[in-house]
């Protein structure tokens, strides 16, 4: 299904009160039917929009979205161009804002929650969809595991956003990245709720600065998007959130925190817990699944969702794929596959690893840090490494262009501070071939943690996306074995 309206450029214009137009060179009474950054897909009445990137200016594609059928441009600069042009500061902000009003604003007719936060976004967003979805609501999820971005470029998330109103969608749980927001892919966009689930280390080879990153995430808590904030008491940033959103009377929040639940019990495959009076248990194993769960049912909760919706939506959730995802053949030791690639999660989910198997019994851990993404954080997944695993294989995850030992090494520096024995770690940038180590020396009633890559069916090396799913090679590796 395809969303396709047709309006005159300059109604359009002065409906978009958000922009500030510094130059219109040409017509302003132009048809305008839809409107992208990309000009592969730009079609006929099409507005293309010329976003000045890291590596690619779109200014130098005017001429090809001009062949392409586009009746006008959205530039920061006047191109030697035929068609119309329209002139802003900032491309990005208002080809958010124009792309909602072409799309008739479609965030305003639905309930989209936004979720952000280093840790929990992909599995929290499932929870609150499901309970949603028992609550009544036809509900739908935009995230990591939806399109090639976690949050969509602004031009493609209105499309998306007024094709969901358009099928009778009434609630979309959106991840709402630190990219997105710092890139402005969300301008434009009105939240019924935003969530904050935590802070970790990630994404400093794009944000420089842990404070840029919490600066990124916080702009989500204002009352251009929404008046309604979900946030986590129990991280450090998310009391710094509280403290900002309660200065301001007009903005209402809710908080959560571990303390909210008792009773509480985990193992590998469910965790159940009491909250506010209420049993809640689900499909999804590991204690760190707990703070997602409350996340969500406090979300649910301020929306208007009963208790009763709120345990059976939870119950009713399906594991997430590649998030603490059991694989089993019926060995006789336990894997977990799991998407945990900064230093806190990693640790969280070898806690989980702990707190299932007996005291005899051993945590294995296979892992490896992203090429081309922060090195800082490098080390520090080896020190929780060694310090949380009782065996641990260093190997290749998404190199993409840097040399997989550097990166092996930059982990080796935090591990071998708190390694005492040096046989502890092994290092084999194969990864098939240090998963199918790992199951060698597992014995009975460890576990295994393949950690990183979660859901991800490619592993980049180079220029080169080649097939690798951590689920399908380690199913095959125990066929093989059992």
Same mark, same amino acid.
């Not at 302003?28 to 890291?54: L, N, P, Q, R, Y």
């Not at 997105?180 to 802070?199: H, I, M, P, Q």
């Not at 990693?346 to 007996?358: D, F, K, T, W």
């Given at each position: 299904?395809?969303?396709?309206?047709?309006?005159?450029?300059?109604?359009?214009?002065?409906?978009?009160?958000?922009?500030?137009?510094?130059?219109?060179?040409?017509?302003?009474?132009?048809?305008?039917?839809?409107?992208?950054?990309?000009?592969?897909?730009?079609?006929?009445? &099409?507005?293309?929009?010329?976003?000045?990137?890291?590596?690619?200016?779109?200014?130098?594609?005017?001429?090809?979205?001009?062949?392409?059928?586009?009746?006008?441009?959205?530039?920061?600069?006047?191109?030697?161009?035929?068609?119309?042009?329209?002139?802003?500061?900032?491309?990005?902000?208002?080809?958010?804002?124009?792309?909602?009003?072409?799309?008739?604003?479609?965030?305003?007719?639905?309930?989209?929650?936004?979720?952000?936060?280093?840790?929990?976004?992909?599995?929290? &967003?499932?929870?609150?969809?499901?309970?949603?979805?028992?609550?009544?609501?036809?509900?739908?999820?935009?995230?990591?595991?939806?399109?090639?971005?976690?949050?969509?470029?602004?031009?493609?998330?209105?499309?998306?956003?007024?094709?969901?109103?358009?099928?009778?969608?009434?609630?979309?749980?959106?991840?709402?990245?630190?990219?997105?927001?710092?890139?402005?892919?969300?301008?434009?966009?009105?939240?019924?709720?935003?969530?904050?689930?935590?802070?970790?280390?990630?994404?400093?080879?794009?944000?420089?600065?842990?404070?840029?990153?919490?600066?990124?995430?916080?702009?989500?808590?204002?009352?251009?998007?929404?008046?309604?904030?979900?946030?986590?008491?129990?991280?450090?940033?998310?009391?710094?959130?509280?403290?900002?959103?309660?200065?301001?009377?007009?903005?209402?929040?809710?908080?959560?925190?571990?303390?909210?639940?008792?009773?509480?019990?985990?193992?590998?495959?469910?965790?159940?817990?009491?909250?506010?009076?209420?049993?809640?248990?689900?499909?999804?194993?590991?204690?760190?699944?707990?703070?997602?769960?409350?996340?969500? &049912?406090?979300?649910?909760?301020?929306?208007?969702?009963?208790?009763?919706?709120?345990?059976?939506?939870?119950?009713?959730?399906?594991?997430?794929?590649?998030?603490?995802?059991?694989?089993?053949?019926?060995?006789?030791?336990?894997?977990?596959?799991?998407?945990?690639?900064?230093?806190?999660?990693?640790?969280?989910?070898?806690?989980?690893?702990?707190?299932?198997?007996?005291?005899?019994?051993?945590?294995?851990?296979?892992?490896?840090?992203?090429?081309?993404?922060?090195?800082?954080?490098?080390?520090?997944?080896?020190?929780?490494?060694?310090?949380?695993?009782?065996?641990?294989?260093?190997?290749?995850?998404?190199?993409?262009?840097?040399?997989?030992?550097?990166?092996?090494?930059?982990?080796?520096?935090?591990?071998?501070?708190?390694?005492?024995?040096?046989?502890?770690?092994?290092?084999?940038?194969?990864?098939?071939?240090?998963?199918?180590?790992?199951?060698?020396?597992?014995?009975?009633?460890?576990?295994?943690?393949?950690?990183?890559?979660?859901?991800?069916?490619?592993?980049?090396?180079?220029?080169?996306?080649?097939?690798?799913?951590?689920?399908?090679?380690?199913?095959?590796?125990?066929?093989?074995?059992?």
């Amino acid at each position: 299904m395809s969303v396709r309206l047709e309006r005159q450029l300059d109604e359009l214009l002065a409906s978009t009160s958000e922009v500030a137009i510094t130059q219109i060179i040409g017509s302003a009474t132009v048809k305008v039917s839809s409107i992208t950054h990309d000009s592969s897909k730009v079609s006929s009445g &099409a507005i293309f929009c010329c976003i000045v990137g890291e590596n690619v200016d779109g200014h130098d594609f005017a001429k090809v979205a001009e062949a392409n059928g586009a009746v006008a441009l959205l530039v920061e600069r006047r191109i030697e161009i035929g068609i119309t042009q329209v002139v802003v500061s900032d491309v990005r902000s208002a080809m958010g804002f124009l792309a909602a009003e072409l799309f008739n604003r479609p965030s305003q007719k639905l309930n989209v929650i936004g979720i952000t936060g280093t840790n929990g976004k992909t599995t929290t &967003a499932h929870m609150l969809a499901a309970i949603l979805h028992q609550h009544g609501w036809s509900t739908s999820v935009i995230g990591t595991l939806t399109g090639a971005r976690t949050t969509p470029e602004s031009t493609d998330l209105q499309q998306l956003l007024a094709q969901e109103l358009d099928r009778g969608c009434q609630a979309v749980v959106m991840e709402v990245s630190s990219h997105a927001l710092t890139l402005r892919r969300v301008e434009g966009t009105s939240f019924k709720a935003a969530l904050f689930t935590n802070l970790g280390q990630d994404h400093l080879d794009f944000h420089k600065s842990t404070e840029d990153y919490f600066g990124a995430k916080a702009g989500l808590f204002t009352k251009q998007f929404t008046n309604t904030c979900i946030i986590n008491r129990d991280d450090v940033h998310g009391s710094l959130l509280i403290d900002s959103v309660a200065k301001d009377k007009l903005m209402q929040y809710e908080s959560f925190g571990v303390e909210d639940a008792r009773e509480i019990h985990a193992d590998a495959t469910k965790v159940s817990f009491v909250w506010r009076d209420q049993k809640f248990e689900i499909q999804m194993g590991g204690q760190f699944n707990l703070m997602n769960a409350l996340a969500a &049912a406090t979300a649910a909760a301020k929306l208007g969702v009963t208790l009763g919706d709120i345990a059976k939506g939870l119950a009713a959730a399906s594991a997430v794929p590649g998030r603490f995802e059991s694989v089993s053949v019926g060995q006789s030791f336990s894997v977990v596959v799991d998407y945990a690639h900064t230093p806190e999660a990693l640790q969280n989910v070898l806690i989980a690893a702990r707190q299932i198997v007996s005291s005899n019994d051993r945590v294995i851990l296979v892992f490896g840090c992203g090429g081309g993404r922060d090195h800082l954080k490098r080390p520090k997944m080896g020190a929780v490494a060694v310090r949380f695993a009782d065996l641990v294989y260093i190997t290749s995850d998404n190199p993409r262009h840097e040399d997989a030992l550097t990166i092996a090494n930059e982990i080796l520096q935090g591990a071998s501070k708190d390694l005492n024995d040096s046989s502890k770690v092994t290092v084999d940038l194969d990864r098939r071939h240090a998963i199918a180590a790992a199951f060698v020396s597992a014995k009975p009633g460890d576990i295994v943690i393949i950690a990183g890559k979660g859901h991800e069916a490619t592993q980049t090396i180079g220029a080169n996306e080649l097939p690798f799913s951590d689920v399908e090679v380690s199913r095959e590796l125990l066929r093989v074995a059992s």
